[in-house]
């Protein structure tokens, strides 16, 4: 029986030239998250002084009809749909990151591949998680929907949905003999 011991340090993950020198990405991932999310945050405090620089981006709401699902952030952007703005938030999202993962010196192409497979799955669970039917919780929001019934589970219950989906996706069938 062996026993291991964690010492407090992750190990660096590290890649190989051609000529077989091993590198090591000059950032880690968490101080690459910290100024990717504090960056965020800085474009979002510019809607304090009337400057929008996150109009584009994608919002959810309650649906019956899933035409309504989608929609913008910003009125000056109903233009692109609700479509349109979803799509527009994947690029955003996946050029920032395809920059941090060449920072981390990841492989771009399985990184972009894996990362529009998690974006349109978690999507299409938050999406399906605002369904009316699941969501609504008031009397008033069923009756706004022209609904008689209603699980009540917010649309946070989206969460759900991105669960059972992780499981399915997760879920490697069976070898065949």
């Not at 000529?19 to 800085?42: H, K, M, Q, Y």
């Not at 952007?77 to 994947?90: D, E, I, R």
């Not at 917010?154 to 879920?171: M, P, R």
Request: glycine content about 6%.
């Amino acid at each position: 029986m062996t026993t291991t011991t964690w010492t407090g340090c992750a190990p660096k993950e590290t890649l190989k030239r051609a000529d077989n020198v091993e590198t090591a990405p000059r950032i880690s991932e968490d101080w690459l998250s910290l100024i990717i999310g504090l960056s965020i945050f800085v474009l979002s405090l510019a809607a304090i002084v009337k400057i929008d620089l996150l109009r584009r981006v994608v919002t959810t709401s309650f649906w019956v009809d899933v035409g309504r699902a989608l929609g913008t952030v910003s009125k000056y952007y109903a233009s692109l749909g609700g479509f349109g703005a979803l799509v527009a938030t994947y690029v955003a999202l996946l050029v920032v990151l395809s920059v941090a993962a060449v920072a981390l010196k990841t492989d771009i192409k399985k990184f972009a591949l894996a990362f529009t497979a998690v974006f349109w799955i978690a999507y299409a669970s938050w999406v399906a998680g605002n369904f009316a039917n699941f969501a609504a919780v008031t009397p008033a929001d069923l009756q706004k929907f022209g609904i008689s019934w209603s699980l009540r589970l917010t649309n946070e219950g989206a969460y759900i949905f991105a669960l059972v989906a992780g499981l399915f996706v997760g879920v490697k069938p069976p070898l065949a003999s």
